[in-house]
């Protein structure tokens, strides 16, 4: 912990701040809630503060406003300026308009829409300039000057940082029993520092605890090197915290007043959205999911049971079509999902042997022993496989699991059980595009046809498939993946010799499974016939 020197405010400075900010002329007090399955799932009670209810869905209106409403009449008359990844813009452009002024925004070119929309719809007027919020600051400072404008930094200013500040003291005056620590997320370090601050002037022995992703991690490499440090490039996933330099002033706070940090990866943070949505049928942006998923991350490392946490929601401004990406990421996130590139003989039979394995493997957490295609104990997430080569089958296969480090234990049998397998579960290749490029043309495919199904999702529905095929149809492609409903949409390519088509047609009668046949679909010709 480094000293202050004389002239800094001091948590009792920052105290009587945080009592007389102006906030709730535009902010409301936010629910402080206990997430109950995320509770009882890691045996602490974790409670969530509010702050994706704000009225521009982020806890960012309450420290812009409180600058603003110390302005003077002049400086409001003139207009203010700010540069933002869009949760600080929208602060700024909802509390100018509630004071009448004029407010300028630049922000980043990477910032989702959402955000760029909901500033326009407020008032602001948008500059899009850089890659980065840093970019975004240098042009903000431009105009500024140009423009005699006033500056409302997002972080590192004292009345944004009070401002912030009075979600703790929120939290507190809710919460008054046991509470172990507070964890919140970090881009510049406004929000961290205006919550240190509080709660060390008030609960002391209460844990203050930052987090960063792990490739924006500005403060902790700051606080690591005791001096500032600007990084190269900033992840994008989570563009509310993504700050290539953090202010002089939150580096101060925080280093003399954060107790510890942790830092989170992508899977994490979309399994911890997932846990959110699951307490309470909301949605967070991925800043705004980061403070649970390092409870989550503590808990586990450290062993901890029996504490009681907090976790501010910080935003939930989230692009729609970037909910595809978490939920494909959510379960490998939580490591309930482990995938594998399996490799089979290329023999009759072998596709099924590999089925009723998976179906024997036993899974240690009830709750995710979902039904599926593949039957059994354990649940089939996916299921991707082209035949390519005479000899050997490879086939990418997503399984459920329920501890951490289950993967390697399957990969292990599936080597046991003569057929060699490759844990692909931290492999960002096959998370990321090889799971969706799977298959293709081939020239071993004679007498394809191809067909839609729908699987209800229970245990022995493929089994029931491959016990009534003939043993001279093989199957050559066979795509599946598990979207969460009660049937399974799955592709299924059979070689069905010329003379076999009745016996086929009778086949699929029995089968009494919905389907559509693609075989004379122009894209399957182009794309996965030789």
């Known amino acids: 912990m480094r000293h202050a020197p004389p002239s800094a405010l001091t948590p009792a400075d920052y105290l009587r701040k945080i009592l007389n900010a102006r906030v709730y002329d535009v902010a409301v007090e936010s629910a402080l809630e206990k997430a109950r399955a995320l509770s009882e799932r890691i045996g602490n009670t974790v409670l969530l503060k509010r702050e994706d209810q704000q009225p521009v869905f982020s806890f960012k209106l309450r420290g812009a406003y409180n600058k603003m409403a110390h302005l003077s009449a002049e400086q409001l008359a003139n207009g203010v300026i700010c540069a933002s990844a869009g949760n600080h813009a929208q602060g700024v452009a909802l509390g100018a308009r509630k004071l009448g002024a004029r407010a300028v925004v630049v922000m980043p070119v990477t910032t989702p829409k959402l955000k760029i929309d909901a500033v326009r719809g407020f008032g602001g007027e948008v500059v899009l300039h850089g890659d980065s919020y840093s970019d975004a600051y240098t042009r903000a400072l431009e105009l500024q000057a140009e423009q005699n404008l006033t500056f409302v930094h997002p972080f590192d200013d004292p009345e944004v940082i009070a401002g912030q500040g009075t979600i703790a003291m929120e939290i507190l005056r809710q919460h008054q029993g046991r509470l172990d620590a507070v964890f919140v997320a970090i881009g510049g370090g406004g929000l961290i520092s205006g919550v240190a601050n509080y709660i060390k002037a008030v609960r002391p022995e209460i844990k203050v605890i930052g987090v960063q992703m792990n490739d924006s991690d500005a403060m902790m490499r700051s606080v690591a090197a005791r001096q500032r440090v600007t990084l190269t490039d900033v992840g994008l996933f989570a563009d509310g915290t993504a700050v290539k330099l953090v202010g002089e002033e939150t580096f101060r706070v925080a280093s003399e007043l954060v107790d510890d940090y942790v830092s989170v990866d992508t899977d994490a943070v979309c399994a911890a959205i997932k846990d959110v949505f699951v307490d309470t049928r909301s949605i967070v ?60 003989p290329e023999e009759r039979g072998s596709f099924r042997r590999l089925c009723e394995l998976v179906g024997q493997m036993p899974i240690g957490d ?165």
């Open 285 to 344: 942006e991925p800043s705004g999911a980061l403070a649970v998923a390092a409870i989550k991350q503590y808990a586990a490392r450290h062993g901890r049971h029996g504490e009681t946490y907090a976790a501010i929601l910080s935003g939930a401004n989230m692009n729609f079509d970037r909910l595809r990406f978490v939920a494909e990421r959510a379960e490998v996130g939580e490591e309930r999902e482990a995938l594998f590139a399996v490799t089979i």
């Open 366 to 530: 009830a709750d995710t022993n979902a039904a599926s295609p593949g039957g059994g104990l354990r649940n089939v997430t996916e299921f991707n496989y082209r035949i390519s080569d005479a000899a050997q089958a490879h086939v990418f296969v997503g399984l459920t699991t329920s501890t951490r480090g289950e993967s390697a234990v399957i990969a292990k049998a599936f080597g046991e059980n003569g057929f060699d397998a490759l844990d692909l579960t931290h492999d960002e290749l096959a998370k990321e595009h090889l799971r969706h490029l799977v298959g293709g043309r081939t020239g071993l495919a004679h007498d394809e046809r191809l067909l839609r199904f729908i699987f209800p999702e229970r245990p022995g529905a493929l089994l029931k498939f491959l016990s009534l095929m003939r043993p001279n149809w093989n199957i050559s492609l066979f795509h599946y993946r598990n979207q969460g409903a009660d049937y399974g949409r799955i592709l299924v390519g059979l070689q069905v010799p010329a003379g076999d088509g009745e016996a086929f047609d009778a086949f699929l009668e029995t089968l009494g499974y919905p389907y559509v046949e693609e075989t004379a679909n122009p894209a399957y010709r182009l794309f996965l016939q030789a």
